[in-house]
């Protein structure tokens, strides 16, 4: 076998050459093969390998946008439990499941999706958004390892800092996978396999039950302008250590939330109080970082929360004030002048002590005598709570009791409390009673009625056991313990009961007096005598149910 060789002049370069322009053809011709060739819009629509979605704008970008908002909401499924529900823009239960669905999976990389846009003849855009399923699919599984990858860390953060620490990684983790358009599957420390928005709820919660919430004294008060700017300072705590991710508020409808910082923050109030404790109702969450990039969680995570409760009890005492003062005008006429700040007056009334009374805020008043010297009581809103009593001296006014101070024992207090629970409807109050502390309400040995609140007892035409009954339950401060008696007793006694349309007649009714905030019974009326009603509490006649009594509610009693 012969070889030969042959000489070409240049023959090196013309070689490196060929072979440089040999590869990009090669290169040009397998890129072409692996490169899927874009299809058409019928292809799209017609051949069922694409999710697609398509709109029309003025704007070319816009059709674009609405276009790939359109696909995305053909292929979102939210994840409720262990049920899916499609998406449609039919169904408005889920309109805003559907709106925050769309920012999350928007955020998510789709890799392949693409989009076809041409004009039609009246200058508007018409865009076709679409991705083959095989993309699709592979960008689902790329999300979902990152999903479970965050899950490892967030795990990771916890065993080496604690659950405080790892909760902003959780809830992120939790976000990230609720609206996740299939479920995602994790395991648990017990090696079972669940699904991954039940076991971050079940972090979240065991989170939330350890939370422990402190309130301090209220600050601030109504300010000039009439400008309220009270607050309420909040402390949260798990263990000893503080809460530093979370955003808490009044369960008000319009109150909007506060984010810790260090475990501290201040909720504001917009209303005044109406009693010197209130209890309220706080919601909470766990909170992202306010940035940029968290502007979508967050409107993802008002939306979904979860939300926690829990009551809190905020004593206002300290930013509360009632006083008057007094000045004499002439004589025994003397002027009274109120003070009160930071409390929402929905009844006001003073008891000048000789059965006159007033609700102007500044009164004036003549009393009869001024020996012994007059007691005189501010009262707001029907409540004991509200309360200031003082002496009218000659000196000038000597204070029985200031706002905030314990009221004395009254007589009530002192009876018995288990010999009231045991008595029988009609039975004597004074069977197996000390005589000490007989109810003066009842008559006396002799058969006497005392008068109680100018109204007797007696001129009722009743049974006696009804009688008795009925002066039984007009001691009772609870309405609860009204209705749970007047179940019990009142069928067999024949007494109607209810609103004032259940009574035959309103005239021969007693009327209790509830308020509908404390379900305590802040008057007891008797029927009608001589145009009047009575009220047995505090012995005053009342003229107008309406009038001395708007905004409460009512039992009305028919024996």
């Not at 049920?83 to 925050?100: A, G, P, V």
């Not at 021969?508 to 019974?521: C, K, M, R």
């Not at 009575?534 to 708007?550: C, K, M, Q």
Request: proline letters at 6%.
């Amino acid at each position: 076998m012969r070889i030969y060789c042959v000489y070409v002049p240049g023959g090196p370069k013309i070689i490196q050459s060929a072979m440089i322009r040999l590869i990009i053809i090669i290169t040009l011709v397998v890129s072409a093969q692996s490169i899927r060739a874009q299809p058409t819009e019928y292809d799209i629509k017609m051949s069922g390998d694409y999710h697609w979605g398509e709109a029309v704008s003025e704007s070319r970008s816009e059709a674009v946008s609405l276009a790939r908002s359109d696909l995305i909401g053909r292929i979102v499924t939210v994840v409720v439990a262990d049920q899916t529900y499609d998406i449609t823009e039919d169904n408005e239960e889920f309109s805003t499941f559907y709106r925050s669905a769309s920012r999350t999976i928007s955020r998510m990389e789709l890799r392949g999706l693409d989009h076809i846009v041409t004009e039609r003849p009246d200058g508007t855009f018409r865009a076709l958004a679409y991705i083959h399923h095989n993309d699709y699919r592979h960008s689902l599984e790329t999300e979902r390892d990152r999903q479970i990858a965050l899950a490892e860390q967030a795990a990771e953060i916890e065993r080496e800092d604690g659950l405080n620490l790892a909760i902003p990684w959780y809830y992120r983790a939790f976000l990230n996978t609720y609206y996740f358009p299939e479920p995602i599957y994790l395991t648990d420390e017990a090696g079972r396999s669940i699904e991954a928005r039940q076991y971050y709820r079940r972090i979240l919660d065991r989170w939330a039950d350890r939370i422990c919430i402190r309130t301090g004294q209220p600050s601030g008060g109504l300010m000039p302008g009439n400008v309220l700017e009270m607050s309420i300072p909040l402390e949260l705590t798990i263990g000893n250590r503080p809460v530093t991710t979370l955003d808490i508020g009044f369960d008000i409808a319009g109150y909007g939330t506060r984010q810790t910082v260090s475990g501290s923050t201040e909720l504001y109030l917009e209303r005044l109080p109406s009693r010197p404790v209130e209890s309220f109702t706080l919601v909470f969450r766990p909170a992202l970082e306010e940035t940029r990039s968290n502007r979508d969680w967050q409107v993802l995570a008002s939306e979904i929360g979860p939300f926690y409760r829990r009551n809190i009890s905020i004593d206002f005492t300290p930013v509360m004030i009632i006083d008057f003062t007094a000045h004499n005008i002439t004589g025994k006429s003397w002027r009274f002048t109120s003070r009160i700040e930071n409390i929402s007056i929905s009844h006001l009334q003073w008891n000048f002590g000789d059965g006159s009374y007033s609700r102007e805020m500044h009164p004036a008043h003549t009393f009869r005598q001024l020996d012994p010297p007059p007691t005189v009581t501010l009262t707001l809103n029907r409540n004991p709570d509200l309360q200031v009593v003082k002496k009218v001296t000659p000196t000038g006014l000597e204070t029985v009791r200031a706002f905030g101070e314990e009221h004395p024992p009254s007589p009530a207090d002192t009876r018995p409390a288990a010999r009231a629970d045991t008595r029988r409807p009609g039975e004597d109050v004074r069977a197996g009673r000390d005589e000490s502390v007989r109810d003066r309400s009842l008559p006396d040995r002799a058969g006497n009625d005392p008068e109680i609140g100018h109204f007797r007892w007696r001129t009722l035409d009743l049974p006696p056991g009804k009688r008795a009954y009925l002066q039984q339950i007009s001691r009772e401060k609870d309405s609860g313990e009204i209705l749970r008696s007047l179940q019990t007793h009142a069928r067999g006694l024949d007494i109607r009961y209810g609103n004032s349309t259940a009574v035959q007649s309103q005239a021969n009714s007693f009327v209790a007096i509830i308020d509908p905030e404390t379900y305590q019974v802040v008057a007891f009326l008797t029927p009608v005598q001589h145009g009047r009603r009575t009220e047995l509490h505090s012995g005053r006649r009342v003229i107008n149910l309406a009038d001395e009594f708007r905004g409460l509610g009512s039992v009305w009693i028919e024996p």
